[in-house]
């Protein structure tokens, strides 16, 4: 089945500067990458999602790059702001039997430093 | 904004005790997904419904867990009898999944704020 890693487990950068995480999946079938942000106490709120037909979207200050052939995607935030720290989330989405599942890596915890 | 709803925000109970949580999806949403955060596994996915209709519960123990949607407006996760290890924060997520063609289109989905459950 569908394996999503991700990277790094926790990271802290100054504000201002930019932000990177990464994620590995192991079904070449994915087609839908989601990224998901979570707050204290909230429900993961999307962000951004990418899909396989396409190798970049921006919104603002926020990234996302696929590479297909290498079955990784980042997210990048650029001009990192303190409302920003959080538990961040991708996913990848497969198809089984009908049914779309999404299946999450294990979250990033950023931090930014004022 | 449209948001999913869900009730109880907390519930602490005793190991035993019946649990039920409700989910409100959001208006015109035609999938439901019941997941479970816990620190050691993350987020997992117990069970999802397109049209009211079960799809996929494999991520779900079937002895004590169940799921239902009653009318499109409501979901609900029962655990009886509850154990310790069920402990964890359990979300709701709601979606749109059009067909295009033959073919179900990926959508977002889009998560209420979950209940804390806590049994003892």
């Known amino acids: 089945g569908e394996n999503v890693e991700q990277h790094p487990s926790t990271l802290s950068v100054q504000e201002g500067d930019s932000a990177v995480i990464k994620c590995t999946y192991s079904?070449?079938?994915?087609?839908?990458f989601p990224w998901y942000k979570q707050e204290l106490g909230k429900g993961p709120q999307l962000i951004i999602d990418?899909?396989?037909?396409?190798g970049e979207k921006k919104d603002q200050r926020i990234a996302v790059t696929l590479n297909k052939t290498a079955k990784h995607f980042s997210l990048h935030i650029t001009e990192t702001q303190p409302e920003d720290s959080a538990v961040y989330f991708c996913a990848a989405s497969i198809k089984i039997q009908g049914a779309q599942k999404l299946v999450f890596g294990q979250g990033t915890r950023l931090t930014i430093n004022p | 904004d449209a948001r999913v709803t869900q009730t109880p925000r907390h519930k602490v109970t005793e190991m035993g005790q019946e649990v039920t949580m409700r989910c409100q999806p959001i208006?015109?949403?035609?999938?439901v997904f019941w997941y479970r955060q816990t620190m050691m596994q993350g987020l997992e996915l117990l069970a999802y419904f397109r049209n009211r209709a079960p799809l996929d519960d494999s991520g779900m123990p079937k002895d004590r867990f169940s799921a239902e949607m009653p009318d499109a407006t409501l979901a609900t996760l029962k655990i009886q009898p509850s154990e310790p290890r069920d402990s964890a924060v359990y979300f709701c997520?709601?979606?749109?999944?059009?067909?295009?063609?033959?073919?179900?289109?990926?959508?977002?989905?889009?998560f209420g704020d979950g209940t804390r459950l806590s049994i003892l």
């Open positions: 079904d070449s079938a994915s087609n839908y």
């Open positions: 990418i899909r396989s037909n396409v």
């Open positions: 997520a709601s979606g749109l999944e059009p067909l295009v063609g033959r073919y179900i289109s990926n959508q977002p989905q889009h």
């Open positions: 208006l015109g949403h035609n999938t």
